[in-house]
Nanobody, 124 residues
């Protein structure tokens, strides 16, 4: 089982990026995106049940970021709009076959598999 994250890069403040996470080996019940800025702990960004029954966002990204999925490609995406310098971080996708309750979706322990991370830098 592998999670492959991609789509990071350098973007100016106010710009957009779309991150992709493709799973090989199986389809998971719940996916999440986390990020870790330099010198800081990893933090939750967004989570989604594969069937769409629950979606959760961190307060810092709600209204700017959207998590979605593509059944045919077994992929999950993070569309990031109105990017700010404080969004600069390494972004990780995560997945689990479980269906954690809504309040647990933001915790790292809810996820069993992790991608390798993709760097997002927001700078002028």
């Amino acid at each position: 089982v592998q999670l492959q994250a991609s789509g990071g890069g350098l973007v100016q403040p106010g710009g957009s990026l779309r991150l992709s996470c493709t799973a090989s080996g199986q389809t998971f019940a719940t996916y999440g995106w986390f990020r870790q800025a330099a010198g800081k702990e990893r933090e939750f960004v967004a989570g989604r049940r594969w069937n769409g029954s629950a979606t959760r966002y961190a307060d810092s990204v709600r209204g700017r970021f959207t998590i979605s999925r593509d059944n045919a490609k077994n992929s999950v995406y993070l569309q990031m709009n109105s990017l700010k310098s404080e969004d600069t971080a390494v972004y990780y996708c995560a997945a689990t076959s479980r269906t954690p309750i809504f309040s647990s979706m933001a915790g790292e322990n809810a996820y069993d598999y992790w991608g390798q991370g993709t760097q997002v830098t927001v700078s002028s």
